[in-house]
């Protein structure tokens, strides 16, 4: 019966079969996680250039629209400032203008022509009694 009890554990038929199946799974395994390993940076790097590519693309939206705010408020600067010269030329032909001379210093310096008189009418505010 010390026989029996002592029972040898079963030795599997091909022992080097067997060595070589093992590792074959460890490199398989070991291969698994490095594919894993890899894809997982893979994964980050690529959510880390679309979250910089957002970030950059938003940064330029709001330039662009700064910029066409300035672009805008510009032409009409440009605009004011076109219309404020046409009306300064209009002022210098007419200064240029002997005519014009003559009724800008009537109204303004009460001159007259020799034997004109200038009468004053008091200014009407459009009230009525």
Known sequence: MTNNKQQKKPQPLHPEYVKKQQKKARGEKKQFHI??????VMLGLFVVIIATLGYSWHEQKQTLEQKEQQRVAVEQELK?????????????????DDEYISQLAREKLFLSKKGEVIFTLPKDDGKKD
Do not use: S
Request: a neutral charge; proline letters at 0%.
């Open 35 to 40: 594919v894993r390993n890899r894809l997982a």
């Open 80 to 96: 004011d400032q076109k219309q404020q010269k046409e009306e300064l030329e209009n002022e210098i032909k007419q200064l240029n």
